[in-house]
């Protein structure tokens, strides 16, 4: 049978000007890598907008760079609901209150469930410190130092069902260097992630990504 094929059309341009896309970013901490989208698309390299921030941590200092650049940065707490696909379903409540296209995970230490995913169909991205399928799940800096693997890096990949399965978008190689600890590893990783996730995100709101099968394919 052959694979199953995938594109999102946007609509480019409403009254003839061209539409930014539309973009929301689930956090649970520092947001650094929310920071190299929200400046990608500040800058104009992506023709987009963050248009809601939101995390499950009330202390994720993701939630201070959103409202620094007057983006609703919203604390929606999963300890408040009966379970995850419950809270997934306030999640896409307040999506759409805001009219978000894409859907960035971007460090939300939460597995998404199809209550999500079925809503934003092949419409939200994660960053995964490690090329996949190489090392999924957490710890993916020290599972790459303990197996001994002489490259790691990161992966943009759409999410899927599965934890870090879904069809890989990006990915950059970064060295593992001989003295290298979690702490350095993980920061060269980062320096990598901040350009390789805006270019993702980038692609996507060009309409130039495909989904067929597995494969991610960029025109
Ligand atoms: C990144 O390492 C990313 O790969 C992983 O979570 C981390 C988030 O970092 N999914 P930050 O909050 O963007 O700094």
Redesign the pocket.
């Known amino acids: 049978m052959a694979p199953k094929k995938w594109k999102w059309y946007r609509k480019q341009s409403v009254n003839g000007t061209d539409r930014k896309s539309r973009l929301g970013v689930l956090?649970s901490?520092?947001?650094?890598?929310?920071q190299a989208i929200i400046d990608a698309c500040e800058a104009g390299r992506i023709n987009a907008e963050v248009v809601c921030v939101i995390s499950n941590k009330a202390s994720a200092f993701?939630l201070e760079r959103a409202a620094k650049h007057g983006i609703p940065a919203i604390h929606l707490d999963h300890r408040n609901f009966a379970g995850r696909p419950e809270y997934d379903a306030e999640l896409v409540k307040t999506l759409n209150s805001h009219s978000v296209e894409l859907v960035i995970?971007?460090?939300f230490m939460r597995i998404v469930t199809p209550t999500l995913l079925n809503a934003f169909n092949n419409r939200v991205m994660?960053?995964?410190?490690a090329l996949l399928p190489a090392f999924p799940g957490i710890d993916a800096q020290k599972q790459a130092l303990e197996y001994g693997v002489k490259v790691s890096g990161?992966s943009v990949h759409f999410v899927d069902a599965g934890t870090d399965t879904g069809p890989v978008i990006l990915q950059s190689v970064v060295p593992v260097l001989e003295n290298d600890t979690v702490e350095t590893l993980?920061e060269r990783?980062?320096v990598e992630?901040h350009k390789l996730y805006p270019e993702a995100v980038r692609l996507f709101c060009e309409g130039r990504l495909s989904v067929e099968g597995r494969r991610v394919r960029i025109s």
């Open positions: 956090i901490g520092s947001g650094t890598n929310l993701g995970l971007a460090g994660n960053i995964h410190p990161c993980s990783i980062h992630e």
